[in-house]
């Protein structure tokens, strides 16, 4: 698992809220210089890419938007806003407007044959309007309201499971009300009418311009070496372009990782390496203590 690297390196590892990981660092390159480091055992993940920050205009039952801005922007790129569901990606762009595509979302939960509901949700945010699919549930079934809205459980609280009703009465249930999968296509019902201000928009459209490498230090941080790719010596170095998504692995404990961007020309490039732990994976790795 991911540990905390030597006393003035500066980097903690610890993951920001709602994420998963067990050790995380994360940041942005706006010039040349070296990211934060960390030390990784096992296998992790490597995150390089670009970013765009503009406002975005959306209306509740519009699938239409438009942004202040854009430039970088295309079909698409996906766009991390309030005012839409989360995996909202754009399906037509061009100028600063364009058509929204939504997802269709998963969510376990048990239906009753007496009543047209589904109940024991995790969400129920945005699926008024959407279709829903599952088992026991007529063809062209849609979520007509929300009766519970549900709560996400907090420390002080174990949240409330939601309920909705639907169009059609299930024609089955499980004979033991446990909990099935069901799909919700969602419409533009799900979306808020509204100017948000911070929207952040990713995807292979957007580029960034420069060079950054991975590197990894045996010595406590203290000299740094430029990773390789594979046993020929290939140097690990994303120069100008699209979004990194990788994963690597490391058999030797107390091993620093960190990104390093040694030229700079343009875009906000965020960065992230990232581990569960070797003990969460399926492959398995000797430490020492």
Do not use: H
């Not at 997802?103 to 044959?113: A, M, N, R």
């Amino acid at each position: 698992m991911g540990l905390p690297a030597p006393l003035g390196v500066s980097a903690t590892g610890a993951p920001p809220a709602g994420d998963a990981a067990s050790g995380v660092i994360s940041g942005t390159f706006s010039a040349v210089g070296p990211g934060l480091p960390f030390s990784f055992f096992g296998p992790f993940n490597v995150e390089l890419y670009a970013s765009i920050t503009s406002s975005l205009t959306t209306t509740n039952g519009s699938l239409n938007a438009s942004v202040v801005s854009g430039t970088g922007i295309a079909a698409g790129v996906a766009i991390n806003s309030k005012n839409v569901p989360r995996g909202t990606t754009w399906a037509t762009f061009s100028g600063t407007s364009g058509t929204l595509a939504l997802p269709t979302i998963s969510l376990t939960g048990i239906v009753s044959t007496a009543a047209a509901q589904i109940s024991c949700l995790a969400s129920t945010a945005g699926l008024v309007g959407s279709t829903v699919t599952g088992p026991g549930i007529p063809a062209s079934t849609t979520v007509v309201s929300v009766l519970v809205a549900a709560v996400a459980a907090s420390g002080n609280s174990p949240g409330t499971p939601g309920v909705v009703q639907i169009s059609a009465i299930p024609t089955s249930a499980p004979t033991t009300n446990a909990p099935q999968a069901f799909s919700f296509a969602l419409t533009s019902q799900a979306i808020t009418t509204g100017v948000d201000a911070a929207v952040v928009f990713t995807g292979a459209a957007i580029s960034f311009s420069a060079t950054i490498q991975l590197e990894r230090s045996f010595d406590g941080g203290a000299t740094w070496l430029v990773a390789n790719f594979d046993n020929k010596g290939t140097l690990a170095q994303y120069t100008t372009g699209t979004p990194v998504s990788a994963s690597f692995g490391e058999p030797e404990n107390q091993v620093l990782y960190r990104l390093n961007c040694i030229v700079y020309s343009s875009g906000t490039i965020n960065y992230r390496i990232s581990q569960s732990g070797a003990l969460a994976t399926s492959q398995s790795f000797a430490s020492s203590t």
